[in-house]
């Protein structure tokens, strides 16, 4: 098992480049199913999840060439199989995906249950609910049979803004035949990036961005060249490792309007930055204070589907409160697991109280220690990955693969900034 040895309590200085949004490059690689022609897939992160899902793309029978870093060449021209692997289902929970594009082109998905962080329960029922509504039929067993003779475009209310099943709706309903329309449809930027991709691949999409979407199915798609957008998730990780270890960091390549939602919620820590064009600075010398509520009230940190805080940046805000003067609740809505690495912050001498699996009181500023770590999924290892960056001494965290499935080339680019951390096997 890999770990990270880590000398922290140094200050972070540089410039980063912000990576390919993760979360966007997997439902394009599965989209590429949805053309026999070749599409073209740039700033792809070099990550564990991206490998996984190209693996899937190519057991279905397509073709995958990178002719440079971060760019890949995809081609399906036929169909081989209709059935996600078993080994590649169990690693991410993104491989349900292919079940959109599977049923749109072949008319038959089988896939096993996905796998994923256990963050707590993650309902499959909506996918289920959107495909049965665009005339799937399901067979539930061990693994779950979807099938169709044929798509049909329809009006669909989601029960819940969930990404995933979105992006699969999207998916089948470009290919399906007349007009679908989805509400309370999820809108997040790598919602956005997969809408705008398979725009350029001929699809009649309106609404993007919004939680309404008119999809008219066409009879064909044709492939494309397309470059997905940066990962803001990535970005909101630095913005608080810059935060916390009182560095100076400009990160290229972001998009400030995707860190609207992330602007306010740090605000609350006394966390700000600037930003000019694609590049934003997290300067040294913030207040590190928390801004109180009207009436000197604490404040709350919530997270939301977009465009609210994004749950991702949960375990980032929630290290990142540790070190600023005051008291903030941080209230985590959706998965009842995602708190649970708390216990690792405590016993590194944070200040927090977990109220139940959804709210925690933090307060600070608090000392951290070097301690023995174990990532249980790719954002509270991050978190942990920061807290041990800002702790005095040295911290090892072992199971880096779940902080890899989500973070190119973690050791390096943080060295680069003048991280003391180290990768061993």
Known sequence: MSEYHINGGIPLNGTIRVSGNKNAALPCIAAALLTGEPVVLRNIPDIEDVHVMLDVFKALGGEVNSFQQNIYNLHLKDIKSSEIPDEQAKKIRASILFAGPLLARAGKAVLPPP????????????????????????????????????????????????????????????????????????????????????????????????????ITGVKKLSGC????????????????????????????????????????????????????????????????????????????????????????????????????????????????????????????GARIVLCDPHRAVISGPSKLHGSELISPDVRAGMALLIAAMCAEGKSVIRNVYQIERGYEHLVERLSSLGARIERFQ
């Not at 996918?127 to 067979?139: A, I, M, Q, W």
């Not at 169709?148 to 992006?167: N, Q, R």
């Open 225 to 348: 060249d397309f470059e997905i957008g940066a990962d803001f998730m990535e970005v909101g990780s630095f913005i608080g490792l810059a935060a916390v270890t009182g560095g100076d960091i400009h990160i290229e390549g972001a998009s400030a309007q995707d860190m609207r939602p992330a602007r306010i919620a740090f605000g609350k820590l006394g966390i700000v930055w600037a930003h000019e064009g694609t590049v934003i600075h997290v300067p040294k010398n913030q207040s590190m204070e928390v801004n109180h509520d009207l009436g000197g009230m604490i404040p709350k940190i919530d997270d939301a589907p977009w465009p609210g805080f994004p749950p991702d940046l949960v375990s980032i805000a929630i290290v990142t409160a540790t070190q600023i003067k005051g008291t903030v609740l941080i209230h985590e809505k959706m998965y009842e697991s995602r708190m649970f690495f708390v216990d690792k912050l405590i016993g590194m």
């Open 115 to 214: 796998g994923g962080d256990v963050i707590g329960r993650r309902r499959l029922d909506t996918h289920f609910l959107v495909l049965t509504e665009l005339g799937s039929k399901v067979k539930i067993g061990e693994k779950f049979t979807f099938t169709a003779k044929s798509l049909k475009g329809t009006d669909i209310f989601l029960d819940e803004a969930s990404v995933t099943a979105t992006e699969n709706a999207i998916m089948a309903a470009v290919l399906a035949k007349g007009r679908t329309i989805l509400t309370n449809a999820a809108s997040e930027p790598h919602v956005q990036d997969l809408c705008r991709m398979l725009m350029q691949m001929g699809a009649q999409i309106e609404g993007v961005g919004s939680n309404i979407l008119t």
